[in-house]
């Protein structure tokens, strides 16, 4: 199957600074990717949706100066977490399909650990 | 809004026998997909079975199948001859015709017993 790939599996950062957390596809391209929050023993909350070239699309509630995501290519997309604060510790999963369409399947990273500190 | 529901937060089964996880959902949405993703502890999120509203027949993978009821808004996934690989947690999850957009239940941890 298709293979999403996300950097780094795990980050610590100290309160007030940025990070960065990548999402690749490897072998395929990904017109459309998805950002999900994940509290611990909790759901998957979807945080946006970005398509390539475009701006995201953040669902309510999800403060975009805060959570910057950027799809400028079809195999990657970043997510950054600007002036992080301990509550911002999560874990965050992308996702990545070749479209929207209803038929069209999503495939998953492995997901990203941080810690916020 | 459409909304998923996973009524058991925890099952266990014996290594060999069946186990059927349940899953409602609630739309207005006359298409749309449904999922079973299962999400061991190493977090990756797997697909293990999806089921189209159009079609009636119920998917099946090996040793996992569906039961899929659309008039009752049931979706229950069933794992014969467990196995101690399939020890994790499972999430059912909706995707919408209207924004394709995956909506996911609150999960069912998965133990199976040796």
């Known amino acids: 199957g298709a293979v999403v790939s996300q950097h780094p599996s795990w980050v610590i950062c100290k309160s007030g600074t940025s990070v960065k957390i990548e999402c690749r596809s490897l072998?395929?391209?990904?017109?459309?990717m998805f950002w999900y929050r994940q509290f611990p023993k909790q759901s998957l909350m979807l945080m946006a949706t970005s398509n390539e070239g475009s701006k995201a699309t953040y669902e309510q509630g999800v403060e975009k100066d805060k959570f910057l995501i950027n799809h400028a290519s079809l195999t990657l997309s970043t997510l950054t977490v600007t002036s992080a604060h301990p509550e911002d510790s999560s874990f965050y999963i992308c996702s990545a399909s070749t479209g929207t369409g209803l038929g069209t399947e999503a495939f998953f990273g492995q997901g990203t650990r941080l810690t916020v500190v | 809004a459409q909304t998923v529901t996973q009524s058991q937060p925890e099952m266990s089964v014996q290594e060999a026998e069946t186990v059927t996880l349940s899953c409602t959902y609630d739309t207005s949405e006359s298409d749309y997909y449904l999922f079973w993703y299962k999400q061991p502890p190493s977090r990756q999120m797997i697909l293990v079975i999806r089921?189209?509203?159009?079609?009636?027949q119920n998917a099946t993978e090996n040793r996992f199948s569906v039961n899929f009821q659309k008039a009752a808004k049931s979706f229950s996934l069933k794992i014969s001859d467990s196995q101690l690989g399939d020890a994790a947690m499972y999430f059912c999850?909706?995707?919408?015709?209207?924004?394709?957009?995956?909506?996911f239940g609150t999960g069912t941890r998965l133990k199976v017993l040796a």
């Open positions: 999850a909706y995707k919408s015709s209207g924004t394709y957009k995956y909506i």
């Open positions: 072998d395929f391209q990904a017109t459309t």
């Open positions: 089921q189209e509203a159009y079609k009636q």
